[in-house]
Nanobody, 124 residues
Framework: QVQLVESGGGLVQPGGSLRLSCSAS????????VAWFRQVAGKEREGLAC????????LYADSVKGRFTISRDNAQNMAWLQMDIVNPEDSGLYYC?????????????????WGQGTQVSVSA
């Protein structure tokens, strides 16, 4: 069983950048797909990006494509979400999640393991 902890959230100005980290423990990330989700009050949890393990293929939501980049390093047991050109609509609670299936899914119901979330606020 894998435990996940997110970090790196905070306040950022529109147009700025932020890098979120997801640290795994209890198990290696080998054979796990990893994804990032965003939760905004009153809305469903949204899948933003995911990365498979065996081939490193990635998927992105249209809302973040070209601005956000997901990456992983199994040797460090880490995953990241690089957020560039952020806007106020990117504000929310960001979660990383993992599941031992491939290719990586974007639906939150497919994921078994979740972190506690890290808050991102985009404001001038």
């Amino acid at each position: 069983q894998v435990q996940l902890v997110e970090s790196g959230g905070g306040l950022v100005q529109p147009g700025g950048s932020l890098r979120l980290s997801c640290s795994a423990s209890g198990s290696t990330l080998d054979y796990y797909s990893v994804a990032w989700f965003r939760q905004v009050a009153g809305k469903e949890r949204e899948g933003l990006a995911c990365v498979s393990d065996s081939d490193g293929k990635t998927l992105y939501a249209d809302s973040v494509k070209g601005r956000f980049t997901i990456s992983r390093d199994n040797a460090q047991n880490m995953a990241w979400l690089q957020m560039d050109i952020v806007n106020p609509e990117d504000s929310g609670l960001y979660y990383c999640a993992a599941i031992d299936i491939e290719p990586c899914p974007m639906e939150p119901r497919m994921y078994d393991y979740w972190g506690q979330g890290t808050q991102v606020s985009v404001s001038a």
